[in-house]
């Protein structure tokens, strides 16, 4: 199995909503992404996480929340967002932290009315 | 000035075309990736290379440290090859910095 799987597909929320993303992999990986892509743009780094701890937070808003509940799952919680928050998430995962090898899930596209 | 820089932006060819699609970067990395991103968004990694050339069927990447430059070739160029293709470099921190990508059109 060298997927990572990310539910939902697509997601429509309004902005008093609470929601949440789901990414999951099951190749034994101890490092897991949070990217953020706007159209037309390259994906831009959210979270890092290594060994279920948050090693990276590229400044994001309080309003994503991340959470890593064990090594093969990695959720994104969403809160209060914007509309400009609308946008595709990606997740990745790789087997250690800074080994560069990385495999990215197909993405929820996320639409905040 | 980005860190990695992708050419052309835009590329529109014809079927059975020769496709090279170039990046440059400007900074140390430990390895570097060409990925493929279909409308649907999703992200496909191609390869991923530290030195010399890798090919998997119809797709060739280089890679020159020195000049700090990479290459993916597409040979006998096909409609379902059109795609965004997005080069990104490791810089051994646990992040990857991306190019702007290409947007790669091959007419029938």
């Known amino acids: 199995d060298t997927e990572v799987t990310q539910t939902p597909k697509h997601l429509v929320m309004g902005m008093t909503n609470k929601k949440s993303l789901k990414c999951e992999q099951h190749?034994?990986?101890?490092?897991m992404y949070w990217y953020k892509q706007k159209a037309k743009k390259p994906p831009e780094l959210m979270f890092v996480?290594?060994?279920?701890?948050?090693?990276i937070n590229e400044s994001v808003p309080s309003r994503f929340s991340p959470e890593c509940p064990n090594s093969s799952l990695l959720n994104l919680h969403l809160h209060a967002l914007q509309p400009e928050d609308s946008a595709l998430y990606l997740c990745?995962?790789?087997?250690?932290?800074?080994?560069?090898?990385?495999?990215f899930g197909q993405g929820t596209r996320l639409t905040v009315v | 000035k980005n860190e990695v820089e992708q050419s052309p932006q835009n590329l529109t060819a014809q079927e059975g075309e020769f496709i090279t699609i170039n990046c440059s970067y400007s900074?140390?990395?430990?390895?570097l990736h060409w990925l493929q991103q279909h409308p649907g968004g999703g992200i496909v990694s191609l390869f991923m290379l530290s030195s010399g050339k890798k090919k998997h069927g119809r797709l060739i990447a280089t890679i020159n440290i020195q000049e700090k430059h990479s290459s993916l070739h597409i040979t006998a160029s096909h409609p379902r090859d059109s795609a965004v293709y997005i080069c990104?470099?490791?810089?051994?921190?646990?992040?990857?910095?991306f190019g702007q990508g290409t947007r790669l059109t091959i007419n029938p």
């Open positions: 990104a470099v490791h810089q051994g921190a646990q992040k990857l910095v």
């Open positions: 900074v140390g990395i430990s390895a």
């Open positions: 990745a995962s790789s087997h250690a932290p800074g080994d560069p090898e990385a495999f």
């Open positions: 996480y290594s060994y279920e701890k948050l090693s």
């Open positions: 190749m034994g990986h101890r490092a």
